[in-house]
C-alpha cells in the first residue's frame, strides 16, 4: 500500500504551520507588551450608556387605506451628562445651550414649577406630572414636602453650584435643566431630551458650538395628512402622572394617546422602544453600537370612515352654518329696525352629521361643528379652551338632544307591534288631545296652532304628516314603559359600540324624573316623550344608527369604528372587524313597510316636509325631520334623519343643529354628503386600495 503523506509534504506541512505559529506569538507579543498599555488606557477611558430607541408609532388610515397621521422624523436635543459634567463649568454649557436654542426660535423643554423671576413661585395650575415630579424629587433629596420654591431655588444654587454672578433668570434656567436632569433618576430612567424637533439652524450652531454632552438624536412626531376629522382622530401628548401608572412599561418621555382614535386604540399604535448600548472613546469617537433590544414599531389602525365623505359632510355642516347665521344676521337686523322682537332668532352655535352604512352599521362619517386644527390643538389650546362655541366638544357623540318628531317611527313600530293599532287603522286628528283635559293637560297637534287639522290618519300618513295627536294617542295606549323598550331596542339612550367616548343620552323614566326634579312621571310626560319631546335626548350617532335600522328592517349593529389592523410592514393582518348585531326589532315586514313608505312621502310627497328639498333629486330618499322645542325665548335646535337609495339603501343620515330652527331647514346639509356619496360611488374613478399608498 503506497503511503499517503510522503517525507516532502510532511516537511512542508511542518515550515507552514511553525510559519502560523510565529505570527502568532508575534502578534500577541505587540498586542500584549508593545501596546498593551495603549489598549489598556483606552478600555479604562472608554464611555458606555445605553439609550432609548424610541419605536415609529403605527399609522392610522381611512377604510380604504388612505392616511390620516402618519409619522414625520424630527431631531431632538439630549444631554449626555458622563459628558456634560466632564467640562470645567458644566452650568455655563447649559446657559450657552439655551442661549443657542432660543436665539435661533426654538424652546426648551423646562417643566420645573417654579416661576422664572424672583421672588420665586410655585406656578398657577401645576399640572399632575409637574406635581409627581417635584414630589419625587424633594424625596429623593430628602427635602421637606412643604418646602417652598425659594427654599427650593436655594437648595439649587447650593447643591449644583451655581455662580452667584448669574441673574436670577439665568440661575432659574440652569436650576431647571439640573432639576430635570438629576430628577429623572429619583422617578424615573427615562433620558432628559432637552428639546424636540429642532431645526437645521439650531443643529448646525450646536455642532458648531462644539458643546460637550450635547447630543442630537432622530425621533419621531406625529404628521397629520388630512385637516378633517379632528374630534375623530385625536392627538397625543405627554404622559401625566396618572399615565404613567396606566402605562408602566413606557418610557416616561413617550406621547401617548389623548383623545380619539389616538387614545382608543393606544394598544396597537404605540410600538415598544429598544435600547442600544454605545460605546465611544474618551475623545468622543464611537467604538461600539450594540442593540440590546430591537425597537418594535407600533401597528396600523384602520378606520371604518371614509374621508371623502367625513370631508363632504364637515365642509356641508359648515357651509350651510355660515350662510345661514349670515342670513339670521340680516334678518334679525331688520326685525330689530322693525321692533319685532318676537322673530328674532338665535344664531347657530353648533352642529353634527353622522353617515351609517346601513347593512354593518359601520361609521363613514362623524363630524361635529365647529371643530379645530387637530395638529395645532396643543398650541391653540387655551384659545380653543375658552371658545363660547366649545369647539373641543364633540357634538356628533356627546351632545343629547331632543329628538323630535324623528322619533315618531320608534312609536309607530312600537304601537304596531303591540296590536295598539295596525298599518290600516285611522285615527282622527281632533286638533286637542283632550283625555286628561280635566287633570290640566290638553297638548295640541302642531296644525292645529294654524288652525287645521290633518284629520283621519293612519300611520303612514302620521308619519308623512308628523301628526302630533296621532302619536299622543298612540303612546297614551302603549305606556311609558312599553315606549322606552321598544327606544331601547332601537339602541336609543344605549351605548352604540363605538369605541371613543360618547354620551348615552337620557330617558323618560320616572327615576330620571325623581332625579331631576323630585317627583315621578306625570301622564303628559308619556305624552311627550311619544313625540320625541320630554326627557328624551339622544346623541346624533344613536340616531344614524337608529336611522340605519329603519332602514334595512330593524337590525342594530355595533358602531365600532375599528375597521381592521395591520403591522407595521402591512404584511400580515392582526385584525379585521365583522358586523356585530347589537339588538333587533322583530315585527312584520309591512309594519316596516308602512313607516318606511312614511318616511318616503316626507321626502317626494307635495305636502311632506322635505319635499322642497328632495322632489327633484336624484337618488330617492326616505326622510323624517324633526324640531326640537326649546322653550320660550330660544330657537329651537332642528334634527333630520334620512336614507338613501329609498329601494336599496346604502348609507343613513343624521344631522342635529344647535338652534337650528327646524328639520326641514337642515335637510340640504343631507343633500351634500350625498351629492359626494353618490357621485363618487357612481363614477369611473379607481378608489385608492388598502395597499396603494405603498407603491
Known amino acids: 500500500m503506497d503511503r499517503f503523506f510522503s517525507r516532502g509534504r510532511l516537511g512542508v506541512l511542518s515550515i507552514m504551520l511553525a510559519a502560523l505559529l510565529a505570527l502568532y506569538l508575534v502578534t500577541l507579543y505587540k498586542l500584549q507588551i508593545v501596546e498593551g498599555a495603549a489598549y489598556y488606557e483606552s478600555s479604562t477611558n472608554s464611555i458606555v450608556t445605553t439609550k432609548t430607541v424610541t419605536a415609529a408609532r403605527g399609522d392610522i388610515l381611512d377604510r380604504y387605506g388612505r392616511v390620516l397621521i402618519s409619522n414625520r422624523t424630527c431631531s431632538n436635543i439630549i444631554l449626555n451628562t458622563d459628558e456634560l459634567f466632564e467640562a470645567d463649568d458644566p452650568n455655563a454649557v447649559i446657559l450657552q445651550l439655551i442661549e443657542i436654542v432660543e436665539s435661533c426660535g426654538e424652546e ?39 418646602t417652598s420654591a425659594v ?15 448669574y441673574d436670577s433668570r439665568q440661575t432659574r434656567l440652569i436650576a431647571g435643566v ?51 376629522a379632528a374630534h375623530i382622530l385625536g392627538y397625543v401628548g405627554a404622559m401625566t402622572a396618572d399615565e404613567l401608572d396606566e402605562y408602566p412599561d413606557y418610557d416616561m418621555n413617550a406621547m401617548v394617546g389623548k383623545d380619539g382614535v389616538e387614545k382608543a386604540f393606544e394598544e396597537y399604535l404605540h410600538g415598544s422602544d429598544g435600547t442600544v448600548r454605545i460605546t465611544k472613546t474618551s ?38 352654518i355660515a350662510a345661514e347665521n349670515a342670513q339670521r344676521e340680516i334678518d334679525n337686523a331688520e326685525a330689530e329696525a322693525l321692533g319685532n322682537t318676537e322673530d328674532i332668532k338665535q344664531l347657530i352655535t353648533g352642529g353634527a352629521a353622522v353617515v351609517i352604512d346601513v347593512d354593518t352599521g359601520e361609521p363613514l362619517a362623524i363630524a361635529s361643528y365647529p371643530t379645530y386644527d387637530a395638529s ?66 290638553a297638548p295640541v297637534c302642531w296644525i292645529y296652532q294654524e288652525g287645521f287639522t290633518h284629520g283621519d290618519q293612519n300611520v303612514t300618513q302620521a308619519i308623512m304628516n308628523s301628526c302630533n295627536y296621532y302619536f299622543y294617542t298612540v303612546g297614551d295606549l302603549l305606556g311609558i314603559d312599553k315606549l322606552n323598550e321598544y327606544t331601547k331596542k332601537f339602541g336609543l339612550s344605549e351605548p352604540t359600540g363605538i369605541e371613543l367616548v360618547e354620551s348615552t343620552g337620557t330617558l323618560t323614566t320616572d ?11 306625570y301622564l303628559g310626560d308619556t305624552l311627550q316623550a311619544a313625540i320625541g319631546q320630554g326627557f328624551n335626548q339622544f346623541t346624533p350617532l344613536q340616531l344614524g344608527e337608529y336611522c340605519a335600522m329603519l332602514a334595512n328592517g330593524g337590525t342594530r349593529h355595533s358602531a365600532s369604528i375599528l375597521k381592521s389592523v395591520r403591522n407595521y410592514g402591512y404584511s400580515e393582518q392582526l385584525y379585521e372587524r365583522e358586523p ?7 315585527t312584520d315586514d309591512w309594519n316596516f313597510a308602512a313607516v318606511q313608505q312614511g318616511m318616503y312621502n316626507v321626502a317626494n310627497d307635495p305636502l311632506g316636509t322635505a319635499y322642497m328639498t328632495f322632489w327633484d333629486y336624484p337618488v330617492k330618499v326616505a326622510a323624517k325631520t324633526g324640531t326640537a322645542q326649546m322653550g320660550e325665548g330660544v330657537t329651537n335646535n332642528a334634527t333630520f334623519m334620512c336614507y338613501a337609495p329609498y329601494d336599496d339603501p346604502e348609507i343613513a343620515i343624521a344631522i342635529v343643529m344647535n338652534k337650528g330652527s327646524a328639520g326641514s331647514a337642515v335637510a340640504e346639509v343631507a343633500c351634500g354628503i ?22
Not at 115 to 142: A, D, H, I, R, W
Not at 288 to 314: C, F, R
Not at 511 to 520: Q, V
Open 178 to 228: 439640573r432639576y430635570e436632569l438629576n430628577g429623572r433618576f429619583e422617578v424615573a430612567t427615562s433620558p432628559y431630551i432637552f428639546a424636540e424637533d429642532v431645526g437645521i439652524e439650531t443643529i448646525a450652531r450646536l455642532m458648531e458650538s462644539g458643546l460637550p454632552g450635547v447630543e442630537v438624536e432622530v425621533s419621531y412626531v406625529r404628521e397629520y395628512n388630512t385637516a378633517y
Open 511 to 521: 327615576e330620571f324624573k325623581l332625579n331631576l326634579y323630585g317627583e315621578p312621571l
Open 283 to 320: 475623545t468622543g469617537v464611537t467604538t461600539s453600537t450594540v442593540y440590546t433590544k430591537e425597537p418594535e414599531p407600533g401597528n396600523h389602525v384602520y378606520l371604518t370612515i371614509d374621508i371623502g365623505v367625513q370631508e363632504a359632510a364637515e365642509q356641508a355642516l359648515a357651509s350651510y
Open 376 to 441: 395645532r390643538i396643543l398650541e391653540d389650546w387655551d384659545e380653543l379652551s375658552s371658545d363660547e362655541n366649545n369647539p373641543l366638544f364633540n357634538y356628533a357623540l356627546n351632545g343629547i338632544y331632543a329628538p323630535g318628531s324623528t322619533f315618531k317611527p320608534v312609536t309607530a313600530i312600537a304601537a304596531l307591534e303591540e296590536g295598539v293599532v295596525t298599518t290600516g287603522t285611522t285615527i282622527k286628528d281632533e286638533g286637542v288631545f283632550t283625555k286628561y283635559a280635566d287633570e290640566g293637560y
Open 108 to 146: 426648551h423643554i423646562d417643566t420645573m414649577p417654579v416661576t422664572m423671576e424672583v421672588p420665586f413661585e410655585y406656578v398657577e395650575n401645576m399640572t399632575s406630572l409637574q406635581s409627581y415630579f417635584l414630589q419625587g424629587y424633594l424625596e429623593g433629596k430628602e427635602l421637606d414636602p412643604n
Open 674 to 695: 350625498m351629492d359626494y356619496y353618490f357621485s363618487f360611488h357612481s363614477s369611473t374613478a379607481e378608489l385608492e386600495t388598502e395597499m396603494s399608498l405603498l407603491k
Open 580 to 586: 356585530e348585531v347589537l339588538s333587533t326589532v322583530e
Open 151 to 165: 427654599e427650593l431655588m436655594a437648595y439649587c444654587r447650593e447643591r449644583y453650584e451655581i455662580s452667584p454672578a
